[in-house]
C-alpha cells in the first residue's frame, strides 16, 4: 500500500493523547495542533472527554469518519489491543511511538504486532519512533520541539534522537527539509519504501538518509534506489562502519567484505550518494536539493584569494574533478575583470581588489559559457568588500544568466560570512565555510550527473550450462568443492580456465599425458580438502616440462604435505595447463548477510592481501556495471597495461565478472566463491585457481 496517506493524510488520531503536558501524548498532540495540521485531529484517550480544546474519544472506533494515521503512545504492553481496534477502524498506516520491543530484546511482541498489522493491511511506521513531520502540510506528528526549516530535504533517519537534535540545527544553517521521518525499528515500513515514495513527492527534491543498518532488506534497497535516482537523488550516511566478523569464511572475498565495501558497492549501483558524516550528508543533500545534476566533470573557480583557490583545487584533484584550463573566449572576458596581476587561468582569480561587480560578471561569464559544467565561487573576506555584496552578487549573475548550472559558493571569514551564507541558502544557492565542503558537494553532483547518464540496462542473463553445475553441487557431500569440480563449475558458466585433471596415483598421471590432453608446461598443484593454503606446504609444482618431470612433481608433493600436514586427507594431484601471462586480479562473490549474492573484484598479489583494493556489488550486474567495477580499484592502471605491458581485455574482464555474479546469484546454495588469480591477458581471462564453498 502506498505511503501517501501516513505522509500526506488528511485526518490523524493520537492514541495515548494526554492532557499532561509531560507526556509524549500530550506533546505530539500539542505539535499537531499548533503547527496548524488543518485535517482531522482525534485525542483517544478512555479518561477524558476533551483534550487542547479538541473532543476525545474513549477509543479509535468511535471516531466518526475516516481515521487515515493512528499515532500510539502508550505503553508496549497495551499496543496490540490498540491494534486490534485501528484494524476495526480500518485505519490505513499507525505510527507505533511505544519502545520496548526489538529493541530491548522484545521480538516475540513487535512480531505479534507486525502479524495484526499485516493481517489487517494496515502500514506501520516504527515502533520506537519520533514520529514524522511534513513542513509543506504543516503536520507535526512528532514529539520533536518544533517543525525543522522548511525546504526540500526529505530526511529519513533510523535515529529518532538524531531527528529530535537535527531541527534547531536546520534552521541555524537554513538546510530546508520537506518531510523527517523516524524509522525507528523499521518492523514494517522501511528505507526502501519510502526511497519507493519520495520518488514521486511534490515538495522533495533530495532524499537524505541517516542508517545503522538495514536488516535483510538490501536487495530491495538496492532497487527501489536504483529507480528513485532516476528522478530524485538520494545521499545515505551509513553510521557503524564496523567490520564484521565472519567466522565461517575460507575465500579472500569471505575475508575481503567488510560491511562498508559491500555498503559503497550497493550504493554506487543504484545511484545512491555516500555521505561519509552527518556534515557531509546534509552538504550534499542541500547541493543536489537546489542544483540540477552536473554534466560533465570540470569545474571553473572563481576567487579572491590564491589560497582558497589553491585548497579547492586540491580536493578537486582528489575527488576527480577536473579544473580545466578555460577556452580563449572565456580568457579574454577574464581578462577585461581580472587585474594584471591576477590570474585568468583556472581558478580565475580577481585579486583581493574584486568588488561584487567583478564577481558578478566573471561568474555570469561562467555560467553562460557552455565549456563550464560547473562553478565554485570561493570569497575570502577583505575589506574590499563584504560577503553579502558577494551573495547578491552570485544571485545577479545567476538570475542575468538564465541558465541552470551547478554553482556552489564558498565564504570563508566570520560572522558577517554566516549572515551572507544564509541569504545565499535562504535564495536556492548552497554555500559552505570551507572549499573542501564545497568541492565535495560539486563531486556529488557530478556522482549523481554520472549515474542518471549512465546506462541503465538491467541483467540480461548469459547462456550457460546450469545442469553441469547442478550435477557437480548434488553430487558433492562436501563443504568446499575440490578444485578441479570449482574449476568446472567456472567453465561451465563461460569463464575460461587452464585444462585440468585430477590425478591419484604416478600411473595416472602418466596415462593422462600419454593420451596428449594436456600441452606443456604443466602445474601441478595437491588436493586436499584440509588444505587451502597449498604453497605453504610445498604443494605446488611449475614449469613441469616432460612426463619424467611430471612422475617427480606428483612424487615429491605427496612427500612434502605427509611431512607438512600428516593427517590432511589426500585426493590425489591436480595437473593443469600452464595459464597465459598477464596480470593476476581476484573474482569472487559472496551471500551478504543484509544484500545476498554478492560480486567482488580486486587485483591479485599485494593490491589485494595488504591494501585490500577492492569493490563489490549486489549481483547479478551486467558487463557495462562491471567495467566500472574494473576502473574504481586504486590499481586500475595496472590494468591498462604497464612498463611495457598490454592492457589487458577489459571487456572479457568484465564479462567473466558478470558471469560469476550470474553464478552466485543462480544458486543460492553458495555461500562464496572465487577465482585467485584470474589471468586476465590481452585476449580473454583465465581463472587458474577456483575455491566454492557451499551453505
Ligand atoms: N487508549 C488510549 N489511551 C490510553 C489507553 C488506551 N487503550 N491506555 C492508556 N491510555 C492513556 C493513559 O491513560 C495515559 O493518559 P493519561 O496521562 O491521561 O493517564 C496515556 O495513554 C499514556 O499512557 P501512560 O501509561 O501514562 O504512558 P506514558 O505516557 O508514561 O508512556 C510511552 C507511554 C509510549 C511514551 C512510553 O511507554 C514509551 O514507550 N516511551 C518511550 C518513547 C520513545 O522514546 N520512543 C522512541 C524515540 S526514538
Given at each position: ?218 536487495r530491495?534497497?538496492v532497487e ?45 549501483q ?187 540496462e538491467g541483467f540480461k542473463p548469459y547462456?550457460v ?28 558458466y ?95 562473490g ?5 544484500f545476498g549474492p554478492t560480486v ?17 556489488r549486489v549481483a547479478p550486474v551486467n558487463r557495462e556495471e562491471c ?28 564479462e567473466?565478472l558478470s558471469r560469476l555474479s550470474q553464478l552466485i546469484y543462480d544458486f ?28
Amino acid at each position: 500500500m502506498t505511503l501517501q496517506n501516513l505522509i500526506e493524510p488528511t485526518s490523524i488520531a493520537v492514541i495515548g493523547a494526554s492532557p499532561n503536558p509531560e507526556k509524549i501524548g500530550h506533546q505530539i498532540l500539542d505539535n499537531i495542533v499548533r503547527g496548524g495540521f488543518d485535517g482531522g485531529v482525534y485525542p483517544i484517550n478512555p479518561k477524558e472527554r476533551e483534550i487542547l480544546g479538541l473532543k476525545c474519544y474513549p477509543n479509535i472506533m468511535e471516531v466518526p469518519g475516516q481515521v487515515d494515521v493512528a499515532v500510539i503512545v502508550v505503553p508496549a504492553e497495551i499496543v496490540p489491543s490498540v491494534l486490534e481496534d485501528c484494524a476495526k477502524k480500518r485505519v490505513s498506516h499507525v505510527v507505533v511511538i511505544s519502545s520496548g520491543f526489538s529493541e530491548v530484546g522484545n521480538k516475540d511482541l513487535e512480531k505479534e504486532i507486525v502479524e495484526i498489522c499485516r493481517k489487517n493491511s494496515m502500514r506501520l511506521l516504527g515502533p520506537n519512533v519520533i514520529g514524522y513531520i511534513n513542513t509543506a502540510t504543516k503536520l507535526n506528528a512528532s514529539f520533536g520541539p518544533d517543525f525543522p526549516f522548511p525546504g526540500k530535504i526529505a530526511f529519513l533517519t533510523q535515529s529518532g534522537a538524531l531527528g529530535v537534535a537535527i531541527t534547531g540545527w536546520t534552521w541555524m544553517e537554513r538546510v530546508g527539509l520537506s518531510v523527517l521521518v523516524s524509522l525507528g525499528n523499521m518492523a514494517d515500513v522501511s528505507f526502501s519504501d519510502l526511497i519507493d515514495y519520495f520518488s514521486y513527492h511534490a515538495d522533495t527534491t533530495c532524499i537524505a538518509a541517516y542508517m545503522e543498518g538495514i536488516k535483510g532488506d538490501g536487495r530491495k534497497l538496492v532497487e527501489a534506489a536504483s529507480q528513485t535516482s532516476l528522478n530524485v537523488p538520494i545521499v545515505a550516511f551509513k553510521a557503524g562502519r564496523s567490520e564484521r566478523g565472519r567466522a565461517a569464511t575460507v575465500s579472500h572475498t569471505g575475508s575481503l567484505a567488510g560491511e562498508s565495501g559491500v555498503y559503497d558497492g550497493a550504493f554506487k549501483q543504484s545511484g545512491i550518494i555516500r555521505a561519509n558524516s552527518l556534515h557531509e550528508l546534509f552538504d550534499k543533500s542541500l547541493g543536489l536539493s537546489l542544483l540540477p545534476p552536473m554534466v560533465g566533470g570540470n569545474c571553473l573557480i572563481i576567487t579572491n584569494a590564491g589560497g582558497a583557490g589553491v585548497m579547492a583545487a586540491d580536493t578537486a584533484e582528489k575527488l576527480d574533478i577536473e579544473i580545466y584550463d578555460p577556452p580563449e573566449r572565456l580568457k579574454r572576458t577574464f581578462k577585461s575583470i581580472v587585474p594584471p596581476y591576477g590570474s585568468v587561468n583556472n581558478p580565475i582569480d580577481l585579486t583581493a581588489m574584486a568588488i561584487g561587480g567583478d564577481f558578478r560578471e566573471a561568474i555570469k561569464a561562467a555560467l553562460l559559457d557552455p565549456s563550464v559544467n560547473a562553478v565554485l565561487v570561493a570569497y575570502t573576506v577583505t575589506r574590499m568588500v563584504d560577503p553579502m555584496d558577494i551573495a547578491k552578487a552570485v544571485h545577479e549573475a545567476i538570475s542575468s544568466a538564465g541558465i541552470k548550472k551547478p554553482i556552489v559558493v564558498n565564504l570563508i571569514g566570520g560572522v558577517e560570512c554566516e549572515t551572507a551564507a544564509k541569504w545565499l541558502k535562504g535564495h536556492g544557492i548552497p554555500s559552505y565555510p570551507t572549499p573542501e565542503r564545497s568541492i565535495k558537494v560539486i563531486s556529488a553532483l557530478r556522482g549523481y550527473g554520472d549515474y542518471l547518464a549512465s546506462e541503465l540496462e538491467g541483467f540480461k542473463p548469459y547462456k550457460v550450462d546450469k545442469r553441469s553445475v547442478e550435477e557437480i553441487l548434488n553430487g558433492t557431500s562436501r563443504r568446499v568443492l575440490r578444485e578441479d569440480e570449482a574449476l568446472e563449475v567456472f567453465r561451465a558458466y563461460g569463464i575460461d580456465t587452464p585444462k585440468t585433471l585430477l590425478v591419484k596415483s604416478q600411473e595416472e598421471v602418466i596415462s593422462a599425458l600419454k593420451k596428449g590432453d594436456l600441452e606443456y608446461p604443466l602445474v601441478m598443484k595437491i588436493s586436499s580438502p584440509d588444505i587451502q593454503h597449498k604453497t605453504d606446504v610445498g604443494g605446488v609444482k611449475l614449469g613441469i616440462k616432460d612426463e619424467k618431470e611430471a612422475v617427480k612433481a606428483f612424487e615429491e608433493l605427496m612427500k612434502n604435505v605427509k611431512k607438512a600436514k600428516p593427517g590432511a586427507e589426500i585426493e590425489g594431484v591436480v595437473v593443469q595447463e600452464t595459464a597465459p601471462r598477464g596480470v593476476e586480479v581476484i573474482i569472487g562473490g559472496l551471500k551478504d548477510p543484509t544484500f545476498g549474492p554478492t560480486v567482488m573484484f580486486g587485483l591479485g598479489g599485494i593490491m589485494v592481501e595488504v591494501l585490500k583494493d577492492v569493490v563489490f556489488r549486489v549481483a547479478p550486474v551486467n558487463r557495462e556495471e562491471c567495467l566500472k567495477m574494473l576502473q574504481e580499484v586504486k590499481g586500475s592502471e595496472l590494468l591498462k597495461g604497464v612498463r611495457g605491458a598490454k592492457e589487458v581485455h577489459m571487456n572479457c574482464l568484465a564479462e567473466g565478472l558478470s558471469r560469476l555474479s550470474q553464478l552466485i546469484y543462480d544458486f543460492p546454495e553458495i555461500a562464496e566463491v572465487d577465482a585467485n588469480p584470474v589471468i586476465a591477458h590481452e585476449n580473454d581471462i583465465c581463472a587458474v585457481d577456483a575455491l566454492i564453498r557451499l551453505e
